[in-house]
T-cell receptor
Framework: DAKTTQPPSMDCAEGRAANLPCNHSTISGNEYVYWYRQIHSQGPQYIIHGLKNNETNEMASLIITEDRKSSTLILPHATLRDTAVYYCIVRVRGDSSYKLIFGSGTRLLVRP | SAVISQKPSRDICQRGTSLTIQCQVDSQVTMMFWYRQQPGQSLTLIATANQGSEATYESGFVIDKFPISRPNLTFSTLTVSNMSPEDSSIYLC????????????FGEGSWLTVV
């Protein structure tokens, strides 16, 4: 199963872009990269996912390198409410289920 | 996305007792999972709840300690048996559909404190 490596913490200024990196050098061809975040005391919130193309939605953009060994989640204009732990996950396909195995994540602090 | 309701949202339990946590989804889902999040830690997958059959447990988790039921496509329960203070955690239900990118959604969790 592919594992991910993320910096334990980052910070950025409110209104600026937050770029959160993730390494997944052992990812296999049929594994997706998912991003979730967990704001204190809440359940994880889905942000975005991708296979090999860059993806964008109303919350964020996901940039995946051509070799798929790393990716970056971009929050284009961070707000104080984006302060959370961000998890980069490579989705494991096992049997008939699609499990998500969480790593330690990156604690993002958005500064006023 | 699914609306996931967990009960209880919070509880304080005595050592040696058992507690059953319920997870109700507002629509039929293909996949249901149970996670544990110990204080200050990341999420750990306990098991996949299989409809009409025994749950599939991850390494380190056993049915005697965490029995799981899933009688239909919208409901599951997790029981934490013979609790000790080490079981104090947030227990989270998550669900997914086949299709729609197989995205997994999470409930708000059940905060359990064992005294």
């Amino acid at each position: 199963d592919a594992k991910t490596t993320q910096p334990p913490s980052m910070d950025c200024a409110e209104g600026r872009a937050a770029n959160l990196p993730c390494n997944h050098s052992t990812i296999s061809g049929n594994e997706y990269v998912y991003w979730y975040r967990q704001i204190h005391s809440q359940g994880p919130q889905y942000i975005i996912h991708g296979l090999k193309n860059n993806e964008t939605n109303e919350m964020a953009s996901l940039i995946i390198t051509e070799d798929r060994k790393s990716s970056t989640l971009i929050l284009p204009h961070a707000t104080l409410r984006d302060t959370a732990v961000y998890y980069c996950i490579v989705r494991v396909r096992g049997d008939s289920s699609y499990k998500l195995i969480f790593g330690s994540g990156t604690r993002l602090l958005v500064r006023p | 996305s699914a609306v996931i309701s967990q009960k209880p949202s919070r509880d304080i339990c005595q050592r040696g007792t058992s507690l059953t946590i319920q997870c109700q989804v507002d629509s039929q889902v293909t996949m249901m999972f149970w996670y544990r999040q110990q204080p200050g830690q990341s999420l750990t997958l306990i098991a996949t709840a299989n409809q009409g059959s025994e749950a599939t447990y991850e390494s380190g988790f056993v049915i005697d300690k965490f029995p799981i039921s899933r009688p239909n496509l919208t409901f599951s329960t997790l029981t934490v048996s013979n609790m000790s203070p080490e079981d104090s955690s947030i227990y989270l239900c998550s669900v997914g559909y086949r299709g729609s990118g197989n995205t997994i959604y999470f409930g708000e969790g059940s905060w359990l404190t064992v005294v």
